[in-house]
């Protein structure tokens, strides 16, 4: 770039044009004010290093073992295989009819069954009175509450063939089958339907609560009916509520175990067996530890990529 032109200021006197401003020197960091940012980091230190410790170390761990041949029994030292493990997961019909029953169990169960009963339970008890909002919220959440194992069993109790349901098809000369031998999968899908509602119901009671009572109103004034305020003014006002509670219950749907092996043991045959039972089976059954190890990393996996898909959809702005 060429150099400004002199100026001239009187007679005889030449003044050379002011040049650009010279670049401020760079702030060197203040010591009191790095000494007070490691201060304020200190506090957290505890619950980092529990996080590397409790989290961070297993997974990694398990990561390592998980190209290896590990076993459980009869072995002396175990290898590096590299990919087998996984090579092995794709080419076997096992794992690939878990990974198939695992996305059905998450759909059924958490995307479909919970939300939506969440949903209508939470709407439902905006409008009832005090008494049939207090009974309904206490059952819902008494089921939440139980442990696994006894979720499992009381559904075991309700689907066996001399069970409760059938009791009750039977009294109303409906037919009735082995609904844990013919269709297991819905069977243990509406178990964690039944299970896990309250969460789903909690979440959209609150933040319905949070919609003012003015839009609503206007709505209603300007004559938009029930489902067409749900549609276009309450789903869209609650959609972060939703798009959480969707990440949080699929993956928790995903690491089901307890309630399926209580009620199925993940058959017959296979037939209600998702990722964590044939995990399971590989890794303390079979003694296949490096194997069960690589299905929990790929289990691990699809729970990454159902978080990121919601984590996305909690950023999209309507």
């Given at each position: 770039m060429n150099a400004a032109p002199p100026q001239r200021t009187g007679p005889g006197t030449v003044k050379a044009a002011p040049g650009p401003p010279a670049a401020p020197a760079p702030a060197r960091p203040r010591p009191a004010t790095a000494r007070r940012t490691l201060l304020r980091a200190l506090p957290l230190s505890p619950a980092v290093a529990?996080?590397?410790?409790?989290?961070?170390?297993?997974?990694?761990?398990?990561?390592?073992?998980?190209?290896?041949?590990?076993?459980?029994?009869?072995?002396?030292?175990?290898?590096?295989?590299?990919?087998d493990n996984f090579r092995r997961a794709f080419r076997d019909d096992a794992f690939l009819n878990a990974v198939w029953l695992t996305l059905v169990f998450t759909v059924l169960s958490s995307l479909?069954?919970?939300?939506?009963?969440?949903?209508?339970?939470?709407?439902?008890?905006?409008?009832?009175?005090?008494?049939?909002?207090?009974?309904?919220?206490?059952?819902?959440?008494?089921?939440?509450?139980?442990?696994?194992?006894v979720a499992g069993f009381l559904l075991y109790?309700?689907?066996?063939?001399?069970?409760?349901?059938?009791?009750?098809?039977?009294?109303?000369?409906?037919?009735?089958?082995?609904?844990?031998?013919?269709?297991?999968?819905?069977?243990?899908?509406?178990?964690?339907?039944?299970?896990?509602?309250?969460?789903?119901?909690?979440?959209?009671?609150?933040?319905?609560n949070e919609i003012p009572k003015e839009i609503t109103e206007a709505a209603e004034v300007d004559g938009a009916g029930g489902w067409r305020r749900m549609w276009?003014?309450?789903?869209?006002?609650?959609?972060?509520?939703?798009?959480t509670n969707l990440m949080l219950n699929t993956l928790q749907t995903l690491s089901v175990f307890g309630l399926i092996w209580v009620m199925t043991r993940g058959g017959p045959s296979g037939k209600s067996q998702t990722l964590p039972l044939f995990m399971y089976e590989q890794a303390f059954q079979n003694s296949l530890i490096g194997y069960g190890t690589a299905v929990a990393l790929l289990l691990l996996l699809i729970g990454s990529l159902f978080s990121v898909v919601y984590l996305r959809l909690l950023r999209t702005e309507v």
């Amino acid at each position: 770039m060429n150099a400004a032109p002199p100026q001239r200021t009187g007679p005889g006197t030449v003044k050379a044009a002011p040049g650009p401003p010279a670049a401020p020197a760079p702030a060197r960091p203040r010591p009191a004010t790095a000494r007070r940012t490691l201060l304020r980091a200190l506090p957290l230190s505890p619950a980092v290093a529990l996080l590397l410790l409790f989290l961070a170390g297993p997974i990694a761990y398990c990561v390592v073992i998980a190209f290896t041949d590990l076993q459980l029994t009869g072995q002396a030292e175990e290898s590096f295989v590299g990919l087998d493990n996984f090579r092995r997961a794709f080419r076997d019909d096992a794992f690939l009819n878990a990974v198939w029953l695992t996305l059905v169990f998450t759909v059924l169960s958490s995307l479909v069954g919970q939300n939506t009963l969440g949903l209508a339970l939470a709407s439902l008890m905006q409008r009832a009175s005090k008494p049939v909002r207090t009974l309904t919220g206490g059952i819902v959440v008494t089921a939440w509450v139980l442990p696994e194992v006894v979720a499992g069993f009381l559904l075991y109790a309700f689907f066996r063939r001399e069970g409760t349901l059938n009791a009750i098809l039977d009294w109303l000369h409906l037919p009735s089958q082995n609904w844990l031998y013919t269709l297991p999968i819905l069977a243990v899908s509406f178990a964690n339907v039944w299970r896990g509602t309250a969460f789903s119901m909690l979440v959209y009671s609150a933040a319905l609560n949070e919609i003012p009572k003015e839009i609503t109103e206007a709505a209603e004034v300007d004559g938009a009916g029930g489902w067409r305020r749900m549609w276009h003014v309450t789903l869209p006002m609650i959609r972060r509520s939703i798009a959480t509670n969707l990440m949080l219950n699929t993956l928790q749907t995903l690491s089901v175990f307890g309630l399926i092996w209580v009620m199925t043991r993940g058959g017959p045959s296979g037939k209600s067996q998702t990722l964590p039972l044939f995990m399971y089976e590989q890794a303390f059954q079979n003694s296949l530890i490096g194997y069960g190890t690589a299905v929990a990393l790929l289990l691990l996996l699809i729970g990454s990529l159902f978080s990121v898909v919601y984590l996305r959809l909690l950023r999209t702005e309507v």
